[in-house]
């Protein structure tokens, strides 16, 4: 199993990302500018600041030529995962619903979290349990997550709220403390914090973000077997 | 191109600014809001929309609003 890890001019959790899902499987780096995904069974979109994030955050890295495979592979059932800068790609792209505000309190916030799983039943969760709290890092400053009211609903009706901010963590302001969505597929998934940096006891406050890339790694491997 | 919040969508750098002006002696402010301006030179203005809608801003989250300065006939 193999992941692909987008890299973009301004992106800086690539490497990260790249570390942590090689603990699982096999990992390659895929420039920007480059739109084959070189046979790629996941792909992660990471954090950082692409394309300096001018205009909007993802705003121009979601025009990028890999972007637009990313986007044929995601239609096509592939597993994307896009953490920070990657899930306002993401959004941007509209293979989300949504869109990352800046923070209520205006100002970049780096903190480690408690989230709270809240459905477990999917392909980037599958390893965690219902309702369990996982503790990862968030550092960013356009965080805040909005929708508009019905699809917020239709969201949380069709199980799409995959992890929420747990009481008191909300420090961004996002509507209904939502951290983490899924498209109605399944198969694309965003969050704000960083799964990546909470893989090792020597470089994280936990191990939690290695659930994630875990459940993926079993997702591809019950595709392909 | 003016770009700014839509109305009912929190604008934290709005509020700062209502807050700052009062602190400088400017009573009577309400309703402060921050986007953004994009200035270009196009030959067929018809593109405006379209570029609007796709790129410069989010209509999920943004209004924006054009404003023709001039065309190549006049200048």
């Known amino acids: 199993m193999k992941f692909g890890v987008l890299q973009f001019p301004g992106s800086c959790d690539e490497l990260d990302a790249l570390r ?32 300096g994030d001018y205009l909007r955050a993802g705003a121009i890295a979601r025009f990028s030529p890999a972007m637009e495979s990313v986007i044929d592979f995601a239609r096509e059932g592939g597993l994307v995962l896009g953490i920070c800068n990657g899930f306002q790609v993401l959004c941007e792209a509209r293979l989300l619903p949504g869109a990352l505000l800046v923070n209520a309190n205006r100002r970049f916030t780096f903190r480690q979290l408690r989230l709270e799983v809240v459905n477990a ?19 960013h400053s356009w965080g805040r997550y909005y929708a508009a009211e019905r699809t917020l609903q239709e969201m949380s009706e069709r199980g799409q709220v995959v992890l929420r901010y747990a009481p008191g963590e909300n420090f961004n302001g996002s509507l209904e403390d939502i951290a983490g969505v899924c498209n109605e597929a399944g198969n694309v998934f965003g969050l704000m914090p960083h799964p990546e940096h909470a893989v090792r006891e020597l ?14 790694r079993a997702a591809v491997g019950s595709v392909v077997a | ?42 030959e067929d203005e018809h593109q405006i929309e379209p570029m609007c809608e796709k790129l410069l801003a989010n209509p999920l989250v943004e209004d924006y609003e054009i404003q023709l300065i001039g065309s190549a006939e006049t200048a």
């Open chain 1, 20 to 51: 942590a899902a090689s603990l699982v499987g096999e990992a390659e780096l895929l420039w920007h500018g480059e739109r084959d995904l070189r046979g790629a069974d996941a792909i992660i979109v990471p954090g950082g600041f692409s394309y």
């Open chain 2, 1 to 42: 191109m003016l770009i700014r919040p839509k109305e009912g969508i929190l604008d934290p750098q709005g509020e700062a600014v209502e807050r700052a002006l009062p602190a400088l002696g400017f009573d009577g402010v309400a309703n402060v809001h921050v986007g953004r301006m994009v200035e270009l030179e196009v």
């Open chain 1, 203 to 216: 470089t994280g406050a936990s191990t939690d973000g290695l659930l994630i890339f875990e459940s993926m």
């Open chain 1, 121 to 139: 039943d999917t392909h980037f969760t599958r390893a965690c349990s219902p309702h369990q709290l996982l503790s990862i890092p968030a550092k």
